[in-house]
């Protein structure tokens, strides 16, 4: 078989394919296949409970953060404020860093750490930090306060807020008895 005879049998074959080729695209072209959006079968599942979601949906399923703070642990709670420190002081006359000191939160009067430039929207909130705000503001900082300068996406785990508002407690002149609050 000499060169000449081997180019026209690959001729051939490409050009059997190339053939196939169009009637293919031809077909489809003709027939649409209908393709689904999402592949498979769609099964209705309902949907789970929106427990810790990230996004701050309303979450019914929560269990009240009192209750969470009976069985909160402070240690846990002092890993988790690492979270906060770059740009959190937590002890007595602490710096402000990005964001104000947070000496005795709870039960401070929002936005009033001396000193500290606050956000407009911050300048706005009035009353004490209360355990339940802190949770919320804790979760989902935009959710809550949209405009503030607190550019932290938040702690979706309701327990793990509890661990943290626990070891936020401590850091007071007048630590609540928190873990007693929800015998009430
Ligand atoms: C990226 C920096 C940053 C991180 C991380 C951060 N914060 Fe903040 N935080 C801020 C800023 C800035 C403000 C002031 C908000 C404003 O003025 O809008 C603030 C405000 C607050 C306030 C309100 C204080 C007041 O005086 O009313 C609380 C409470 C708070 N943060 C808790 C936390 C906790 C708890 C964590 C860790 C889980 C955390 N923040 C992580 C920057 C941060």
């Known amino acids: 078989m000499d060169s000449f005879e081997l180019n026209k049998i690959m001729g051939a074959i490409l050009g059997t394919c190339l053939g196939l080729l169009s009637l293919n695209i ?7 296949p209908a393709v689904p959006a999402k592949p498979g079968y769609a099964i209705a599942v309902p949907e789970k409970p929106a427990g810790g979601d990230p996004k701050g949906a309303p979450a019914q399923q929560e269990p009240p953060i009192e209750q969470l703070l009976a069985s909160a642990d402070l240690a846990r709670g002092e890993t988790s404020h690492n979270k906060c420190v770059s740009c959190h002081t937590f002890d007595k006359g602490g710096r402000n860093l990005v964001g104000p000191n947070l000496y005795g939160v709870i039960g401070r009067e929002k936005g009033s750490e001396a000193g500290f430039n606050y956000s ?24 809550m306060v949209p405009g503030t300068s607190m550019t932290y996406a938040g702690i979706p785990r309701a327990s793990e807020r509890a661990d943290l508002i626990l070891f936020l407690n401590s850091k007071s002149d007048k630590p ?9």
């Open 120 to 143: 407009a929207a911050f300048k706005k909130m009035k009353g004490p930090w209360t355990v339940q705000e802190l949770s919320d503001f804790i979760k989902n900082p935009k959710l």
């Open 26 to 32: 031809a077909a489809n072209a003709i027939f649409h």
């Open 176 to 184: 609540q008895n928190l873990k007693a609050a929800q015998a009430k």
